[in-house]
T-cell receptor, first 116, second 111 residues
Framework: DAGVIQSPRHEVTEMGQEVTLRCKPI?????LFWYRQTMMRGLELLIY????????DSGMPEDRFSAKMPNASFSTLKIQPSEPRDSAVYFC??????????????FGQGTRLTVV | KQEVTQIPAALSVPEGENLVLNCSFT??????LQWFRQDPGKGLTSLLL?????REQTSGRLNASLDKSSGRSTLYIAASQPGDSATYLC??????????FGSGTRLLVRP
């Protein structure tokens, strides 16, 4: 398997524009996580899905952020409208629920978002 | 609320030295703990996973330990090499199945 695949790797957009980040989890994994990483706040969990269903979105900072998982092999994180403070690296991760103790998360390479 | 702390924030050592990175957490109700490595501008690579019922895991020169009762985990790196230079993050799966990260330790191994 190619691992967790994110696109684009880099995105530069103007304030107010809509941004869509994409993620393809590892085939067969049933959990998908979206994280945001900044120097100031480190890695923050935004939302996670189990079997395509959003389980916890309490980390989503504002209504401008939304995430979907229409099928087991694809998820999107959308920011509309984008603001400069949204600039960060956004990571997607997936895991396979073997047992609750043995669930290991695998991360994509991230999308570096810059909002100017 | 679960809090994960990593000390030190940065560490510089000469090549060949053995070193220990620390991770502490406030709530012992965890399912597992994972150590990751992150190179600059890159994603996270999983190094070791310790289940809550385990005490330690080893992979090559890396050894991770877990003491749930005291809320501590350590990552031991033997015979450090310049290629080990990276940021090391610990993350634990809490009782609500979330993966909670520490802020990381930035390691520099000097040739």
């Amino acid at each position: 398997d190619a691992g967790v695949i994110q696109s684009p790797r880099h995105e530069v957009t103007e304030m107010g524009q809509e941004v869509t980040l994409r993620c393809k989890p590892i085939s067969g994994h049933d959990y998908l996580f979206w994280y945001r990483q900044t120097m100031m706040r480190g890695l923050e969990l935004l939302i996670y899905f189990n079997n395509n269903v959003p389980i916890d979105d309490s980390g989503m900072p504002e209504d401008r952020f939304s995430a979907k998982m229409p099928n087991a092999s694809f998820s999107t994180l959308k920011i509309q409208p984008s603001e400069p403070r949204d600039s960060a690296v956004y990571f997607c991760a997936s895991s396979l629920w073997l047992t609750v103790k043995n669930t290991e998360a695998f991360f994509g390479q991230g999308t570096r978002l810059t909002v100017v | 609320k679960q809090e994960v702390t990593q000390i030190p924030a940065a560490l510089s050592v000469p090549e060949g030295e053995n070193l220990v990175l620390n991770c502490s957490f406030t709530d012992s109700a965890i399912y597992n703990l994972q150590w990751f490595r992150q190179d600059p501008g890159k994603g996270l690579t999983s190094l070791l996973l310790i289940q809550s019922s385990q005490r330690e895991q080893t992979s090559g020169r890396l050894n991770a330990s877990l003491d749930k009762s005291s809320g501590r985990s350590t990552l031991y790196i033997a015979a450090s090499q310049p290629g080990d230079s990276a940021t090391y993050l610990c993350a634990l799966m809490d009782s609500s199945y979330k993966l909670i990260f520490g802020s990381g330790t930035r390691l520099l191994v000097r040739p």
